[in-house]
């Protein structure tokens, strides 16, 4: 536990300093779930057409 506080301590010293930083990745990392998301759900549809 105490190195989980440790590392969200860090990450929140980084983000402080570079919030515009932080904002970018954030924002990358929700793009590529919401890619991910519907590359699974294509994959799903055309597994059902293929039936």
Same mark, same amino acid.
């Given at each position: 536990?105490?190195?989980?506080?440790?590392?969200?301590? $860090? #990450?929140? #010293? $980084?983000?402080?300093?570079?919030?515009?930083?932080?904002?970018?990745?954030?924002?990358?990392?929700?793009?590529?779930?919401?890619?991910? &998301?519907? &590359?699974?759900?294509?994959?799903?549809?055309?597994?059902?057409?293929?039936?």
């Amino acid at each position: 536990m105490a190195e989980k506080k440790r590392k969200m301590e $860090h #990450y929140f #010293y $980084h983000c402080e300093r570079n919030p515009a930083g932080f904002w970018r990745l954030k924002s990358e990392n929700f793009e590529s779930d919401k890619r991910e &998301r519907v &590359r699974k759900e294509a994959d799903e549809l055309s597994n059902k057409l293929d039936q």
